[in-house]
């Protein structure tokens, strides 16, 4: 399995309050991903990033920011959550980009009340 | 704009029968083409991938897809079905290069195993 980890694993907070989801890798890919996954959407892209520092909004990215200081990690930040975004949320690495196939992690399950 | 439609939501089969879920794309050219299995609470496992060659690729847990380019289908396929096998199960699409970074998802079909 590729070496990626997600924390917290779960996670509840309250309405209003800023969270911030990490995303760790170890097999030094360039690109890393954000979607959130919810019944009757599948899978949604929220941000993605194609190098340090090097970021791009996705389909669902509103209410959501990321940052890449590091290959290594990619943080997803909701500055001021909502209902809205409780969800199960996953990070995913890729060496090529669109053209290679991706590998996630366990994911978090998000709470917001 | 590019989609990937899995018609079928929830499919239910006995174990040992035959399993065939559906994957349709719509791409501006032949795209990368990738399943995924995800058990529950787990993440994405890739199952198998096409990119380029014979249309028919083996992956693991004795899954196989085949492309067809005149339909825009890449359905998958296993002879016999096991009790474990039923998970969610995700076909996806990508570009084949340049800036296009992202892969698109269907919304996945849920596979029932009886008994």
């Known amino acids: 399995d590729a070496g990626i980890t997600q924390s917290p694993r779960h996670k509840v907070t309250e309405t209003g309050t800023p969270v911030t989801l990490r995303c760790h890798q170890t097999?030094?890919?360039?690109?890393m991903y954000w979607y959130r996954q919810d019944p009757g959407h599948g899978l949604r892209l929220i941000h993605y990033s194609y190098g340090v520092k090097d970021t791009d909004k996705g389909e669902v990215s509103d209410g959501y920011s990321v940052s890449r200081s590091k290959t290594e990690d990619f943080l997803l930040t909701l500055e001021s959550a909502t209902s809205s975004q409780t969800s199960v949320y996953f990070c995913?690495?890729?060496?090529?980009?669109?053209?290679?196939?991706?590998?996630f992690g366990p994911g978090t399950r998000l709470t917001v009340t | 704009a590019q989609s990937v439609t899995q018609p079928d939501i929830h499919i239910t089969v006995s174990e040992g029968a035959s399993l065939e879920l559906r994957c349709n794309y719509s791409?501006?050219?032949?795209?990368?083409l990738f399943w995924y299995v995800q058990s529950p609470g787990q993440g994405l496992q890739l199952l198998l991938k096409y990119f380029s060659g014979d249309t028919l690729v083996q992956g693991i847990k004795g899954f196989e897809a085949e492309f067809k380019r005149s339909q825009s289908s890449f359905n998958l396929r296993k002879p016999s079905v096991h009790w474990s096998d039923a998970a969610e199960y995700f076909c996806a699409a990508g570009g084949s290069g340049g800036s296009n970074y992202k892969l698109t998802f269907g919304k996945g079909t849920l596979l029932t195993v009886n008994p």
């Open positions: 791409y501006g050219a032949t795209p990368y």
């Open positions: 097999e030094n890919h360039r690109y």
């Open positions: 995913a690495i890729s060496e090529s980009g669109g053209g290679g196939e991706q590998y």
